[in-house]
């Protein structure tokens, strides 16, 4: 792969569990572990300490070539246009993503649901808008799809990033335990 | 290159407002401005929202939005993590200085705000902080009076500007006295009152000083001279203006009563001069980026917020030119700030930049002139000029300018107690939340409210709640048709007790219109009136979901009233209009629509609605030109072209209306034949015919009441993939403009219709009466007109169910069964 594959999505949307399974498929994932694992994400964020600078500063991805990055929605619109990438974008129903951060943080935020989802509607715009503009292929992955089916959506991806491995092998990443807060409705 | 003969003298007078130069000239009081007026063309200059002056004198300075040129408020982040006023280190595009400097014209240009530090301008520039005679928060004594770093430019004329300057401590009493004739009774030390007065007076004087000495003694093309006091002797002294306001100490009106008339014949002396100092061949143009208000209109108090003053200011500024090739005599419309610049340009004969917002006021001319475009201004490699110090601050000068706009109620000031350092970051944060706040306004005023709405959820902050903000996001969430979004903000509102609550009402109310909920709009707004009879907000909106509902009259009634209030109200002129022209009565609609576009030329409903009125009059060229406006000033509204294509086709204009054809199919959503009519049994009954004979109709045909679909939606009716598709009766006036329509309309006996409601208990609180009946006839009545007021429209009236096997109306069908 001879670009930087970016995950993205909104914070509680899948891009942890998509890291793991890109990692799984052994692709060099950046990540400096900083942020440890805990109960909303037993197996680890897979983040990396510079994404949160990427306003400022985005030269940690002049020598991600062939790496995996995970950049959540909106920061990939800082991301340097003139590189190379190939984008991953997790998608997950708003109200489940909502529930799941209000969880996360221990928060009622009940109140201002319609402020976040606006909010967030807009980061997703933005990010789809700059991917568009700057003609960066991307695959849109749907959180709940790939639980309730993850080998039509694990095919998709190793298709779409030309990956060296079988779906039998990612799927085991896959575990339908972690999908919490499932939206009964 | 050769210099153009004529010159051009730009005049800013800050706040100057029609409504009281008119009086004076009137009075025999500014005779220069009246002489001006009368060899020349004036008109009123639209402000921009917020009327905040740094981002309007940016605009009036660029031709462009504040989100476009960056100066956002009063004061700027300093980069060391402080404040500092605004400067021209904000500003991201060209000025008209740089643009003319580009093609090697000569300019002076004194006092704009912002303009410190100044640029190295083909020319000379006075800054902003020239007239500033405190350092710190100390005065100076005029004998050891500094100039501040980044004032003058070039360095050569740096003596004599400083020679012009007049101090404070010039202005003696008998300089007062004019202004406040009694000034000599009352102490100067304990009166700040009369300190304010000179200090305004030397400040002015400076200024003048300094644009006299550089017309007199350098070369020069164009001079641009900015003055603020108006504005300040306004904002200080308005409130003792006559008529004397309610309330008013007798003592302190009979003291002050005169001072502002005294600033503005002040101003007229001033511009005397001036006029002595040009020939003929040159061109002087007046300017205010706002108006004042000096009547009935004045609040009666200022809101202890950030910029709470400007609400004194009233929507309209001046405009005034007088040259060669320019009209004598005449009035122009529909000027605003964002136009300044594109007409300087036109009177160089220089092209005006497609990304700028402002056009040029062509009518300003005795023979139109063709008006130049290029790409933009900042894509062109000249040389223009470059800030002529780095960014950083001289921290005494900061300090003294920041004072003059704590002074004048525009900031606050720093809180003093506690961490320092705390304080500091705290006043930054609240700084930036405050320019982001203009920002999104801005935005807002500019009809880019996603972009509003984006910022403004970023900035509000649930610990610190300002009702600005949370009424901005309000305001926002309706206009983008986010009606959950606004409805959570009217529950936290309601709930935080941040908003009186008829206001809270008012903006329920325009949520409920927007949800298609007129009835419940007008028990709010008809609650908000109980308490606020006069209230222009209250009556605006009431005359609008009046108009929604039927009830013309009662509508009328509400924008007269508004009218009365405020004669000046567009938007009111506009409300009676339309109701008029719903209840066709043209000639009354025309009159009050006319009113509304030259009141405020920027105002596409006004003239969309103008144009509908005049067709209806079968005036159709002049139609014609109401829609091309509407078409140059908001190019998105489908319905114009569908309009112009429908009065092409009228006049037999074939190519015309073949090309408006063509844009419309551009917008076109698709086909749609609606199925509607009286909800009674032939209605049932056509239904019923068509599905036997195979046809798929999208909707809930049961559904007479239109209670299953939510016409809030945009393009709702793109939701079915039907070609016909059954809407109730009433919500036929949702229908979006992007379809091209053709109507069955199933007629029936209203009586037979309100037996049959009642039959199928779908209104089980109805009991027969005339109120069912007279809502039902209204609907007919209120449907047939709107049949008859849409452009392009095939409406097949069926009178009995059977017809739909007629060959007439299979035409129509068999286009759309498969």
């Not at chain 2, 550089?214 to 008529?243: C, G, Q, R």
Request: proline share 5%; charged share 25%; hydrophobic share 40%.
């Amino acid at each position: 792969m001879n670009e930087i594959l970016v995950i993205t999505g909104l914070p509680r949307s899948g891009t942890s569990l998509m890291m793991q399974i890109i990692d799984k498929a052994a692709v060099p994932v950046l990540s400096d572990g900083k942020r440890e694992k805990d109960i909303s994400n037993p197996e680890g964020y897979f983040e990396l300490e510079a994404v949160k600078g990427i306003v400022q500063d985005n030269s940690f991805l002049n020598d991600a070539n062939g790496k995996a990055v995970k950049i959540v929605a909106p920061l990939p619109i800082y991301m340097n246009p003139s590189l190379n990438y190939r984008v991953i974008f997790m998608r997950r129903d708003m109200d489940e993503i909502l529930r799941s951060q209000e969880k996360m943080l221990q928060k009622d935020q009940v109140s201002e649901r319609e402020k976040f989802r606006t909010i967030y509607d807009f980061h997703l715009k933005k990010t789809y808008r700059f991917l568009k503009e700057n003609d960066i292929p991307f695959l849109d992955v749907n959180y709940k799809e790939l639980i309730a089916d993850p080998e039509k959506q694990l095919k998709e991806l190793i298709d779409f990033c030309s990956l060296n491995t079988l779906v039998e092998e990612l799927a085991v990443v896959v575990k339908p335990e972690l999908y919490r807060n499932r939206n009964e409705n | 290159m050769a210099k153009k003969k004529n010159k051009v003298l730009l005049v800013g007078w800050d706040a100057a407002d029609w409504k009281i130069i008119d009086k004076m000239m009137e009075a025999g009081l500014m005779p220069a401005m009246k002489r001006v007026v009368e060899n020349g063309v004036r008109g009123r200059l639209a402000t921009l929202d917020p009327p905040l002056s740094p981002m309007l004198w940016t605009s009036m300075a660029t031709g462009v939005r504040p989100y476009k040129h960056g100066v956002l408020g009063f004061v700027e982040h300093d980069g060391q993590g402080s404040v500092r006023p605004v400067s021209s280190h904000s500003r991201k595009v060209k000025a008209i200085w740089n643009m003319l400097s580009m093609e090697g014209y000569k300019s002076n240009i004194v006092g704009w705000w912002p303009s410190n530090p100044v640029e190295s301008i083909n020319g000379c520039m006075v800054s902003n902080l020239f007239q500033q005679e405190k350092k710190g928060k100390e005065v100076m004594d005029k004998d050891n009076w500094e100039m501040p770093a980044g004032t003058i430019y070039p360095d050569r004329i740096i003596d004599k500007m400083m020679e012009v300057r007049v101090h404070p401590h010039d202005i003696t009493g008998n300089l007062v006295m004019p202004f406040v004739p009694q000034a000599i009774a009352l102490d100067k030390k304990q009166d700040k009152r009369l300190t304010i007065i000179a200090k305004f007076l030397a400040h002015a004087s400076t200024i003048h000083g300094a644009c006299t000495e550089l017309m007199e003694t350098e070369e020069w093309d164009f001079t641009a001279v900015y003055h603020d006091a108006i504005d300040h002797f306004s904002h200080a002294f308005m409130k003792y203006n006559p008529p004397k306001m309610e309330g008013l100490d007798e003592e302190a009106y009979d003291l002050f009563k005169d001072v502002v008339k005294g600033a503005y014949v002040f101003h007229d002396m001033m511009l005397e001069r001036l006029l002595g100092m040009i020939d003929d061949d040159s061109t002087l143009v007046i300017v205010s980026d706002h108006g004042f208000h000096s009547d009935h209109l004045r609040p009666r108090f200022v809101p202890q917020v950030p910029s709470g003053p400007a609400v004194e200011h009233s929507p309209y500024g001046i405009f005034v030119a007088m040259g060669p090739g320019i009209k004598k005599g005449a009035r122009i419309h529909g000027a605003r700030v964002l136009d300044v610049t594109p007409t300087v340009l036109s009177l160089f004969d220089l092209p005006v930049g497609r990304n700028m917002d402002g056009k040029v006021l062509n009518d300003i001319y005795e023979v139109p002139k063709e008006i130049k475009y290029i790409e933009s201004w900042e894509k062109i490699d000249k040389e223009g000029g470059s800030i002529v110090i780095p960014d950083n601050s001289d921290e005494s000068s900061n300090e003294s300018a920041l004072q003059q706009l704590i002074d004048l109620g525009y900031i606050d000031d720093m809180k003093v107690e506690g961490d320092p350092d705390e304080n500091r970051k705290e006043y930054l944060k609240n700084t930036l939340r405050e320019n982001n706040f203009y920002l999104a306004k801005s935005y807002a005023n500019g009809g880019q409210y996603d972009e509003a709405l984006e910022l403004l959820l970023e900035i509000e902050n649930r610990k610190y709640p300002d009702f600005r903000y949370l009424i901005e996001i309000i305001n926002c969430a309706i206009k983008t048709k986010r009606f959950a979004l606004a409805e959570e903000y009217l529950t936290y509102i309601r709930s935080e007790g941040l908003i009186k609550e008829n206001f809270i009402d008012v903006l329920e109310a325009k949520v409920q219109i927007g949800l298609n909920n007129a009835p419940q709009a007008t028990k709010l707004l008809e609650r908000a009136k109980m308490s606020f009879p006069d209230a222009p907000d209250v009556l605006l909106e009431l005359g609008k979901v009046l108009t929604i509902m039927r009830d013309l009259e009662g509508a009328k009634d509400c924008f007269k009233k508004s009218i009365e209030i405020d004669p000046d109200n567009a938007y009111a002129h506009h409300g009676f209009g339309l109701a008029a022209m719903r209840n066709e009565e043209y000639e009354l609609a025309l009159e009050y629509l006319l009113n509304a576009v030259e009141k405020l030329y920027h105002y596409p409903q006004a003239h969309f609605h103008l144009g509908e009125c005049l067709v209806f009059m079968k005036q159709y060229e002049a139609a014609i030109h109401s829609f091309e406006v509407v078409a140059n000033i908001a190019p998105n509204l489908p319905k114009t072209y569908r309009w112009l294509q429908d009065i092409h086709e009228i006049l037999g204009n074939e190519k015309e209306a073949n090309y408006f054809k063509l844009i419309v199919s551009k917008y076109k959503l698709g086909e749609k034949v609606i199925l509607t009519g009286v909800p009674g049994e032939k209605l049932q009954r056509t239904i019923q015919i068509l599905q036997e004979i195979g046809l798929n109709i999208g909707g809930d045909t049961a559904d007479f009441f239109g209670e299953h679909i939510d016409v809030s939606q945009p393009n709702w009716l793109s939701n079915f993939s039907e070609h016909v598709v059954f809407v109730p009766l009433q919500l036929i006036g949702s229908i979006s403009g992007k379809f091209d329509l053709v109507f069955l309309y199933v007629q029936d006996d209203v009586l037979k219709a309100a037996d049959f409601i009642l039959q199928l208990e779908i209104k089980k609180e109805s009991v027969y009466d005339a109120e069912l009946i007279h809502a039902l006839q209204k609907q007919v009545s209120v449907i047939e007109t709107w049949f008859a007021q849409q452009p392009n429209l095939d409406v097949v009236y069926l009178t009995n169910p059977e017809d739909v096997h007629t060959p007439f109306v299979k035409k129509y069908l068999d286009l759309n069964v498969d």
